[in-house]
């Protein structure tokens, strides 16, 4: 194995996260410090510079897939100038693709696993005020055509998108075991009734009496 190129500490250690993940993904807790380097293109030695032991470098792989900021961000890059259905769909997407990789690593290490690394060091698990706030930030613009806040919206659609990527309610799905995001998209916004069925909605203070 030749040298590595020299890359900044942080740009290192995402390249050797980012080798890991596939890894485990197929192989899961047996995959080798060896076989990491391999697909990282680098010496073995060097993943001992960035991580002490191989458990830390996995923590480091479920830490980064549940850290809230990269989700956050890419919310924030959604193009305002979108349409209000283009938007939520973007939305989904987002959602879909963080679920379906948390889930994945789940499936492939185990809850106990997350369990573990929470108690070692209070691993940072999404944080769905957070999450809501940013969803409500891209409805904003469309307040006035929504029968919710931007806030109760976006935590219908967080909570819509998080239930469906579960495994357990996924399966049947066409869309690697989840629904397409523009569906989930029309869903919250349309409902499941034709548009010519539709009747003139009710306040939502109404439903919530009944």
């Known amino acids: ?3 590595a190129t020299p890359l900044p500490p942080e740009e290192r250690r995402a390249a050797i996260i980012a080798a890991t993940e596939p890894l ?3 192989r899961g807790q047996e995959v080798s410090t060896r076989e990491i380097a391999e697909a990282a293109g680098i010496a073995e030695g060097t993943i001992f510079r960035v991580f002490a032991t ?3 470098l996995i923590d480091a792989v479920f830490a980064d897939a549940f850290d809230p900021e990269a989700g956050l961000d ?3 890059r959604i193009d305002p100038t979108l349409d209000l259905e283009s938007r939520v769909t973007e939305v989904a997407r987002i959602f879909q693709r963080r679920v379906r990789r948390t889930f994945a690593l789940i499936n492939a ?3 106990q696993r997350l369990r573990e690394l929470g108690a ?3 691993a940072r698990r999404p944080d769905r005020t957070l999450a809501v706030a940013a969803v409500a930030a891209v409805l904003e613009p469309d307040r ?3 029968r919710v806040s ?3 919206a976006a935590r219908l659609l967080t909570a819509l998108v998080m239930s469906l990527g579960h495994p357990m309610m996924a399966a049947g799905h066409e869309t690697e075991g989840q629904p397409d995001p523009r569906e989930i998209a029309r869903l919250l916004l349309y409902g499941i009734a034709h548009p010519s069925t539709h009747q003139p909605a009710q306040p939502l203070e109404a439903l919530t009496r009944c």
Request: aromatic fraction near 4%; charge should be neutral; charged fraction near 35%.
């Open 1 to 3: 194995m030749g040298r």
């Open 24 to 26: 485990l993904l197929a």
């Open 54 to 56: 191989k458990d830390e």
């Open 74 to 76: 890419e919310l924030e």
């Open 109 to 111: 290490l185990g809850y």
């Open 120 to 122: 070692r060091q209070g």
């Open 144 to 146: 006035q055509r929504l």
């Open 150 to 152: 931007p806030q109760q």
